[in-house]
């Protein structure tokens, strides 16, 4: 499925949101939904990475509990879907193994696919780029708010949340209440999650 086959209207338009999530707050589900808002989205499929090829260090949080919280987080949302196939795979985690795999059974569907603004610089870097880009039309979510030094096309909301920083109140016992839906608050509560603070 080539880009231009993207335009074709009536497909049903489906976003594709990988990341570690380790945890899921609200900046990714408030940019999703602005998404499904901008584009007209049929559905978000968020993915949990098992270890990003380009991130060097690895997720705090087993993938067991990131699903569990992406999943707790979007219960009742039926705009929004949980798929685990990156965590069934041996890492790393390759975007155009993920998009292989949901177009095979959503053949019908225009993919989009869902990335923040810190992984543009290395988009290019990024395994079968080329094919990849012929395959899904990137939106790029940016809660920054700086001026956009690409042509993709933007999802800007500046909210300033971040797994980073979220970890880093858990461990120094500061609270995350507001930062993340409260089932995802008492998952970190009850596995006893980020108490070590994360490098």
């Not at 990988?18 to 978000?44: N, Q, S, W, Y």
């Not at 810190?118 to 708010?145: A, C, Y």
């Amino acid at each position: 499925m080539g880009v231009e086959h993207l335009s074709v209207r009536g497909l049903k338009k489906i976003a594709i949101y990988g990341g570690t999530f380790d945890p899921v707050h609200h900046a990714h589900l408030i940019l999703a939904r602005e998404a499904i808002e901008t584009l007209d989205l049929d559905k978000v499929i968020l993915v949990p990475a098992a270890i990003s090829p380009l991130k060097k260090a690895a997720p705090v949080a087993s993938g067991e509990v990131r699903l569990a919280m992406l999943r707790a987080a979007i219960k009742g949302e039926p705009e929004f879907e949980v798929d685990e196939c990156e965590l069934l795979r041996p890492p790393p985690s390759y975007t155009i193994d993920t998009v292989e795999e949901i177009r095979r059974r959503e053949c019908d569907a225009a993919l989009y696919c869902l990335i923040g603004e810190d992984n543009i610089e290395q988009l290019p870097r990024w395994h079968r780029f080329t094919e990849l880009e012929k395959m899904v039309r990137f939106i790029v979510l940016d809660r920054s708010g700086k001026q956009p030094t690409h042509s993709y096309q933007l999802i800007h909301r500046r909210i300033d949340i971040s797994a980073t920083d979220i970890r880093r109140r858990v461990a120094q016992n500061e609270s995350i209440h507001y930062l993340v839906p409260e089932s995802v608050e008492e998952i970190i509560q009850r596995k006893k999650l980020y108490r070590e603070q994360s490098k």
